[in-house]
Structures are given as C-alpha cells and as structure tokens.
C-alpha cells in the first residue's frame, strides 16, 4: 500500500497551487504621477515634483488617471514630447533655464464625474537654475492644490474635487493574461480540509 504521507503531500501541494491561481485584487487611485520623458519614452519620476531639479531641457510629464497601482503601474501621459517643440517659443535667457512640461488630463474613464477633461497640452517654463520641478508647474499651470501632506490633488485647477481617493478593488491583472483556471477561496480551503480527513482516514486503516 501507497504511504498515506506523500499522498497528502502530493494532494494539499495540488490544492494549495488551487490558492496561489487565486485573483488577487488592488486599490485603485485617481491622481497626477510624475514623469519625465527620456527622449524615448516616459519613465517614471522617483522623486517628488518638490524636490526634484529639473536641468535646462529637462521635460516634466503629469498625467490624471485612475491606476490599480503606484509608480511604474501608474498610466503614463499619452503623448511623446519633445523639449526642442514645446520651448521653440521660448527664447534661451542669461541665468535661466527652461524646462519643457506636458500636461495630460486623461479620460472621461479617468474623471471623477461626467465632465469633460481638459485637452493635453504643453507649457515652457522659464526658471532660476535651482527651481523645482514644482515651481516650473506651478508658473505655467495655476492655480495648483494641494492636500495637507503635500499631496498634489490639482492642476490648473483640475480635477475640481477629491485627492487620490482609493477606489474600489480591481483585479490585480487582466482575465485574459491568466492562464490558470482560478478556483473561490472557499472552495479551496473546503478542499484542502476534506483531503486532510480523506488522508487520516487512510493512515488509521493502514496496519502497523
């Protein structure tokens, strides 16, 4: 006769692959992630708008969007930026520097109502050298509102309302990415109880 051990191994092994398959879930937010453009692509800002110094020809990106996810998950602006395009109207100047921004208000998808979001739209900001990329927004996009911990909640006056507000819980992924059959948790562990009873039940009626 079969060991009963390794067979209630091998069965709790299959059922707890049952849980991992599990959805997980995440918050989602509605708020403006930071970006900078690469000349690429936009990458991520790891440092606040506070204290970040943006060099001459540095480009800021802001986008309002509802993301399951911080940093790298957050959505990123929808269009490239040049800074060459944006400041072409902006003639270089004796100790400043410029520094090009991009704003995109997302979508109706995104919004915090049914009112319409703002057009994208870009800005050239003339600065000391030592400003922030939170002056530079705060000279071409006002008014700009902010949480009692520094949160920034609005550009240019939008959204008119709210401050990252979680949202309620979205799949983690896509249905379509998984390849796994998923199983309720429940059921799962409803599972994993009748397999232990079914494998002591075995041990008991092995001889010796």
Known sequence: MRPAGPVLGILLA??????AAAPASAAAYRYWSFWRWTGSGWAYQQQGPAVFVPGDGAVDGWRFALSPDGGQQAARPGASAEFAAICAGTAPRDGYKRVAVLLDFGTTADALSTIQPPAARTACAQLRPGATSAE?????????????????????????????????????????RRTTPTVPLAATLTLLTALAAAAGHLARRRPG
């Open 136 to 176: 530079a927004l705060a000279a071409v996009a006002p008014p700009l509102r902010y949480d009692a911990n520094g949160l920034l909640c609005a550009i240019a006056g939008y959204p008119a309302a709210g401050c990252g507000e979680a949202l309620a819980a979205t799949p983690a992924a896509p249905a379509a």
């Open 14 to 19: 299959g059922a707890l692959v049952l849980v």
